[in-house]
């Protein structure tokens, strides 16, 4: 993990200690910890150390999903303006195109990297933006080669535009995962089953509740999906971090850049939009 990922972190922790107005000295206890833990981050990517720092302030404060309120208002955001989108899709020249670029601004729905996010406008500006990273093609062409789609969900809220994406897509075989318990605004299966992602593709969980996907701490029954899969299409920056250095080359990333660490990485700015094929080198361009 990046030095600079602990500033984000103590921020994060910090909105959530002031959110669920904890004592004195529940607040002395978690950031001593803080302290105490993050000088060893080098060894973690930023999603584990997400979950070891999480583990703790559910200790302390006795609360198991410190985002059930937002996830519910995601959710039900999203839904309110799905009807509009989903015709939008149905009568665009390229359906894929437009699903595609929908599900990647739904990944501005991220309590992790900021308390506010303008859905609304990250739409609008996705919709005419040039993505940091374009393997949009190559994408399509391998939706339709796929026998065995698996589908990594990140957030509540952003499901919404995954689930379009999904029924635009119409595969016979598509998995879509979501988180094996509560951690920041992540998907669980709770979640899924509140926007219906049933109606569109079987759905599973990782068996993992960190805000990524680990192969070797998640479950065998997740991993068997993975290693069945010919085509993963991997949402958010979470996901990133914790698939990319597999260098796979099924592995293709939707995401918004949130981050100077990750943006870095993938060699763009920070705010793009990215599709972006892990076994790959493309960086702005095409694939």
Known sequence: MDIRCIDC?????????????????????FWHYFDET???????????????LQKKLKTISGIEDFYLREKCDSNNLALSIADYWKEAV???????????RLAIAGN?????????????KTIEKVMHAKLGID???ALADRVQSARKILYLG??????????????????????????????????????????RMQDVAQVISSGLDAPTTLLSQ????????????????????GNLEGLIDLKDPRIYFLLMAKCRVMAERLGVEVNDFVIYNAATNHVKSSC
């Open 135 to 137: 393997c949009s093609n």
């Open 90 to 100: 149905k009568s665009t020249k390229n359906p894929f195109a437009m699903a595609v």
């Open 9 to 29: 972190f103590q921020a994060s922790f910090a909105r959530l200690l002031e959110k669920y107005s904890l004592s004195d000295e529940q607040k002395m206890e």
């Open 218 to 237: 998640s479950s065998q029954s997740f991993r068997d999906h993975f290693q069945a899969a010919d085509l993963i299409i991997s949402k958010g920056q």
């Open 38 to 52: 993050t000088p060893a981050c080098s060894r973690f990517s930023a999603p584990e150390m997400q979950v070891i």
């Open 108 to 120: 501005i729905m991220d309590y992790g990297a900021a308390n506010t996010f303008n859905l609304r």
């Open 154 to 195: 990140d957030n509540a809220g952003e499901i919404v535009f995954d689930k379009l994406l999904i029924a635009t897509m119409q595969h016979p075989d598509l998995t879509f995962v979501t988180r094996g318990g509560s951690t920041l605004n992540d998907v669980t299966l709770k979640d899924a089953h509140e926007v």
